[in-house]
C-alpha cells in the first residue's frame, strides 16, 4: 500500500533559522512527487514537482530534494510570511491522476 | 483570471438534506477532483473525473455523488448517506501530467 509520511508535525523557527521538512514515502513506482503550501482556510498552493532520485527544484527561499524514499524541503532563512502547512504528495504510476497526500507539517516562524 | 472557484465558501446541512458544493474552472483543465480534509488528516480523495461525462470514485466515495456534464464544471452532493459530513472541501483540476492546482475550499458543517 503506498504511504506518505511528513516529520515533523509541526515546527517552530525563529526567523533566519534554517531547516528541513521531511516526505517519506513508499510507492510502487514513483510518477511524481509534489510539493504545497496551505495558508489557514485556503487551498493549497503548488509549489513544486519532482520526478526522479537527485533531482532539486528551488524558489526563493525554499528548497526542494529528492531520494528513493524521501523528499526534503528545506527553508533557509525564514521568514514569518513563510509560516503555512506545508503538504507533501505522491503519484504512484499505477494510480492514474490520484495524489496520495501526507498529513502536513505546520511551520510557524517567529519574528 | 483564470482560476477554480469554489462555492459556497461556507454551508450547512441539516440533518436528513442533500447539499451540493459548486466546482468551476476556467484554466480549460481536463481533469477535476474532489478532496476531503479533516483536521489532522492528510487530503483525501472522494472522486475525480478525467473527462466530461465520465468519473471514478476515490478512497472515500460513500456518501457522495458528483457529475460532469461540463468541462467546466464538476458539482459534488453530500448525500444524507453521508453520516459525517463536517469538514473541508477541496476542488482541483489540472491537464494530463500537470500539477493539480486548487480551489480554495468549501467549509461544511451539520446544524
Known amino acids: 500500500e503506498d504511504q506518505v509520511t511528513q516529520s515533523p508535525e509541526a515546527l517552530r523557527l525563529q526567523e533566519g533559522e534554517s531547516s528541513s521538512l521531511n516526505c517519506s514515502y513508499t510507492v510502487s513506482g514513483l510518477r511524481g512527487l509534489f510539493w504545497y503550501r496551505q495558508d489557514p482556510g485556503k487551498g493549497p498552493e503548488f509549489l513544486f514537482t519532482?520526478?526522479?532520485a537527485g533531482e532539486e527544484k528551488e524558489k526563493e527561499r525554499l528548497k526542494a530534494t529528492l531520494t528513493k524514499k524521501e523528499s526534503f524541503l528545506h527553508i533557509t532563512a525564514p521568514k514569518p510570511e513563510d509560516s503555512a502547512t506545508y503538504l507533501c504528495a505522491v503519484q504512484a504510476a499505477d494510480s492514474g491522476y490520484a495524489l496520495n497526500f501526507g498529513k502536513g507539517t505546520s511551520l510557524l516562524v517567529t519574528p | 483570471d483564470g482560476g477554480i472557484t469554489q462555492s459556497p465558501k461556507y454551508l450547512f446541512r441539516k440533518e436528513g438534506q442533500n447539499v451540493t458544493l459548486s466546482c468551476e474552472q476556467n484554466?480549460?483543465?481536463?481533469?477535476m477532483y474532489w478532496y476531503r480534509q479533516d483536521p489532522g488528516q492528510g487530503l483525501r480523495l472522494i472522486y475525480y473525473?478525467?473527462?466530461?461525462?465520465?468519473?471514478q470514485k476515490g478512497d472515500i466515495a460513500e456518501g457522495y455523488s458528483v457529475s460532469r456534464e461540463k468541462k467546466e464544471s464538476f458539482p459534488l452532493t453530500v448525500t444524507s448517506a453521508q453520516k459525517n459530513p463536517t469538514a473541508f472541501y477541496l476542488c482541483?483540476?489540472?491537464?494530463?501530467?500537470?500539477?493539480?492546482?486548487f480551489g480554495d475550499g468549501t467549509r461544511l458543517s451539520i446544524l
Open positions: 473525473s478525467q473527462i466530461v461525462n465520465d468519473f
Open positions: 482541483a483540476s489540472n491537464l494530463h501530467n500537470q500539477p493539480q492546482h
Open positions: 519532482l520526478y526522479s
Open positions: 484554466l480549460n483543465h481536463d481533469a
